[in-house]
């Protein structure tokens, strides 16, 4: 399923997510959103990509865009992971179920996540859409940065 892509509208979700509370797409509109989806809590790469996005998240903040780290592990293992890290610049939030991820068509073939970057526009279009095939690397800030500057 290759899911929605560049000009569509952006699935809606409410999610819960780390800092005791859900997180829903649409408590941001008129703001871009970076949605960051991600495999698993505590792998290699994983961590990297979520440290080094919280390492340059004022970049985000320059261009007035929210992150949003979505995983499938659930709000506990969310808590640990980002203490265990020193904390994230942005909430993970728990898609435990797995419905948003098939939603965005980020499932691989056994029903993992692929590691894929959307950015949604102030009126909740998609904008920019990677869905990594492999998933061993990550979409450099810079990349996301510019596709939130060309809103």
Partial sequence: MAGIGVGDKAPAFTLPGTGSRSYSLAEYADQPVVLVFYPGDNTPVCTNQLNTYTKEIAQFDKVGAHVLAISPQDVSSHEEFSCEQGGFGFPLLADVDRQIGTAYGVLGPIGFYRRSVFVVDGGGVIRYAHRAVA???????????QAVKGL
């Fill in 135 to 145: 998933g061993l690397t990550f979409r450099p800030v810079r990349e996301l940065v």
